[in-house]
C-alpha cells in the first residue's frame, strides 16, 4: 500500500505549504488544492483496502479420535487430533493421558496432529485423552479450547495359559493300619472339579475332601489293613484351575503302615498287661506296652522314639505314673489342638 507522508496530519501538510509559498497567494491556492486532491486519495486508497476485513476472534477447537476402542495385551491405537484451523504452541504437555501412554505427536500442517496409544500393562483401567484448554492458540492468538476423547477399553492381563500344580503333606507319615492322618493339599491357583476320584490311593482310602477357598484343600487317608508303604497321588489331566487350563503333572506323597500284634504271655485276656510285637518281631514289653498304647490312645499316633523313651525313663525312675504321664498328655498342645478337631 502507498504510504503517504501527509496522513502525519493535515495542519502540518498546510504549515509547510505555507514555509514555501512567500507572498504568492496564486500558487499557494494551487499548491493547497492538489494537496487535498492527494490526500483525499490516499484517504480513499486506505479504507478501500480494508473494506470485508474480518477480526479473528473465536477459540480454536479440536475432536481426538482413536482408531480403537479396545485394547488389550501387545495392541495400540492411533490417536489423531484434528484441529478446526492451524494451531500454535501444540505438544503432548497439552494433554492429559490416562490408561496409557502417548508417543509424541507429529504433523505436517498443524491441523492434524498423530500418535501412538499404549495401554498400561496389567491392566483393566478404562483409557481416555483429554486435550487441556488454553496451552495452546491459534495463530490469531486466541487460547485454545478443550477435547475429550471417547474411553478407550483396556484388559492388557496376561491370559492364563499355566497348569497348576499341588503339592501334598501328610499329619503323620507312619501309620498303623486302620490310623488316619489329614492330608493337606496345596495348590498354587484356585482349581475347581476336584474330587477324591482324582486321587490315585495305594493302601490307603481319602474321605472328607474340601476346601474354602479352592487352593488349600484338606481330606483324610486311613491304612488300610495292609503293611509297608502306602501312596496318595494327584493324576495328571484330573482336574482345572479357573482358566480351563487341566494340570499335567503328577504330585504324590508316600508314607509307612505298620502292623502290630497283641501277644498275652500270661493267657489271661488281658490287653492292658500284653505285650506288643511289632512287624520287624520286636517286641515291647507289659510296662512300656502301656505307655505305647498311652501314645496312640491319646495322640492317635505311635510314639516317637525320643518322646517314649524320655517317658519310660521317668516312669522308671519313679518321677511320673502312667496316671501323670496321662494327665501330661491330656494338657499338652498336641492333644488339645486334636480335641479341637
Do not use: H
Request: zero cysteines.
Amino acid at each position: 500500500m502507498t504510504n503517504y507522508d501527509y496522513m502525519s496530519g493535515y495542519g502540518s501538510g498546510i504549515l509547510n505549504l505555507l514555509d514555501n509559498f512567500d507572498g504568492d497567494i496564486e500558487a499557494y491556492t494551487k499548491a493547497v488544492d492538489e494537496y487535498n486532491t492527494t490526500f483525499i486519495k490516499g484517504l480513499n486508497e486506505l479504507n478501500t483496502s480494508y473494506v470485508g476485513t474480518t477480526i479473528d476472534s473465536s477459540r480454536p477447537s479440536a475432536t481426538i479420535v482413536l482408531n480403537k476402542s479396545s485394547l488389550s495385551v501387545s495392541e495400540t491405537a492411533q490417536v489423531t487430533i484434528k484441529f478446526n484451523e492451524k494451531v500454535s504452541y501444540f505438544s503432548n504437555n497439552d494433554l492429559t493421558i490416562t490408561g496409557g501412554t502417548l508417543s509424541a505427536l507429529a504433523s505436517s500442517d498443524n491441523i492434524t496432529w498423530t500418535g501412538m496409544f499404549t495401554p498400561t500393562a496389567n491392566s483393566t483401567t478404562t483409557g481416555k485423552i483429554t486435550l487441556n484448554a488454553n496451552g495452546y492458540t491459534d495463530i490469531a492468538g486466541n487460547l485454545g479450547s478443550s477435547a475429550i476423547s471417547s474411553n478407550i477399553t483396556i484388559n492388557t492381563i496376561p491370559a492364563d495359559t499355566l497348569s497348576p500344580t499341588a503339592t501334598i503333606t501328610l499329619s503323620d507319615t507312619s501309620l498303623i493300619a486302620g490310623q488316619k492322618a489329614q492330608v493337606n493339599i496345596v495348590f498354587n491357583e484356585a482349581v475347581t472339579d476336584l474330587t477324591v476320584n482324582d486321587f490315585i490311593l495305594n493302601n490307603a482310602i481319602l474321605s472328607n475332601l474340601s476346601s474354602n477357598d479352592g487352593i488349600n484343600w484338606t481330606a483324610d487317608v486311613t491304612a488300610d489293613n495292609k503293611t509297608g508303604s502306602a501312596e496318595i497321588k494327584l493324576g495328571s489331566g484330573l482336574y482345572s484351575d479357573l482358566a480351563g487350563n487341566t494340570n499335567t503333572s503328577l504330585s504324590s506323597k508316600s508314607f509307612s503302615i505298620e502292623q502290630v500284634n497283641i501277644l498275652d504271655p500270661n493267657n489271661d485276656g488281658s490287653l492292658w498287661d500284653s505285650v506288643i510285637q511289632k512287624l520287624d518281631g520286636s517286641t515291647v514289653d507289659a510296662s512300656a506296652s502301656q505307655l505305647y498304647r498311652s501314645y496312640y490312645g491319646a495322640m492317635g499316633r505311635l510314639p516317637d522314639q525320643a518322646g517314649f523313651n524320655w517317658w519310660l525313663n521317668e516312669i522308671k525312675e519313679g518321677r511320673y505314673t502312667l496316671q501323670s504321664m496321662a494327665d501330661g498328655f491330656i494338657y499338652s498342645a498336641e492333644f488339645l489342638s486334636l480335641a479341637d478337631t
